[in-house]
């Protein structure tokens, strides 16, 4: 070094690598918190009734289970066979509570199952764990929306297991094609449904067993086969919400009759 020149120095490779760590963790809490808010403004919340409906009394005992919630008739007694339900999309599994109350007080036990993310495209095995916590009894799977999807592909790799497959505003696609198998398929539509994709829901026809019962509510919507309200893109019910639901009960225990 010349004598009176001070020469620069070049910045420490270690320091530019913490500002570029640095940089990188606030972008991904960034997109963290994008993503929650995205999360919540998406999910469906439960209505004040499907709450309500969450209690256990002398008719019907509530609780948590491995995989989701549990609905039995509080007498003990309980008609086979179980039924599995799945969610539809974005929709917290409480949402369903009326209805699996209003199943569960005709005899049989139901779960509903707690999907990841709140999609049954993350959960579709969760039926797994209540089949083993009753391993010798019957059980049937469906669900609402993208929730029937699932359940119908879980039950076609399951047909030892499930005796059968009910849809509410859904179908079996062809990942699920319970065609020509040996099983009872209920189909349960409403005719002010605006979420539905008709078209696929025509075609998928074909993926569907021969013992199929088709069921359409007169001025039912897609909301309205849970208790979250209503969903946006719907068109408005004709039916109250508890008309809706009875006749979607009225159908599934007259259905569950047919499998005993």
Known sequence: ?????????????????????????????????????????????????????MQSDNRVTVQSVKGGLLFEPATGDVLQPNVIFYPGGFVKPESYAPFARGIAETGHRVFIARMPFELAFFGQNKA???????????????????GGVFASRYAAKHLDS????????????????????????????????????????????????????????????HGQFGTYGKQKGDNDPSITAEQQREEVIQAMTAWLKGIQ
């Open 162 to 221: 499930i005796s059968g497959v009910y849809f509410m505003a859904s179908y079996a696609d062809d990942g699920g094609s319970l065609s020509g198998m040996n099983l009872s398929a209920l189909q349960m539509t409403a005719t002010k449904d605006a979420i539905l994709q008709q078209d696929k829901w025509e075609a998928a026809k074909t993926n569907l067993p021969a013992d199929t019962t088709y069921v359409s509510i007169e001025g039912g919507n």
């Open 128 to 146: 797994d764990a209540f089949l083993k916590q009753y391993p010798e009894d019957g059980f049937v799977i469906g669900g609402h929306s993208l």
């Open 1 to 53: 070094m010349k004598e009176g020149i001070v020469e620069a120095r070049p910045k420490p490779k270690r320091s530019r690598a913490k500002k570029i760590l640095l940089a990188l963790v606030i972008v991904l809490v960034a997109v963290a918190v994008g993503l929650a808010i995205a999360y919540q403004n998406l999910t469906y919340e439960p209505l004040p009734e499907a709450k309500a409906a």
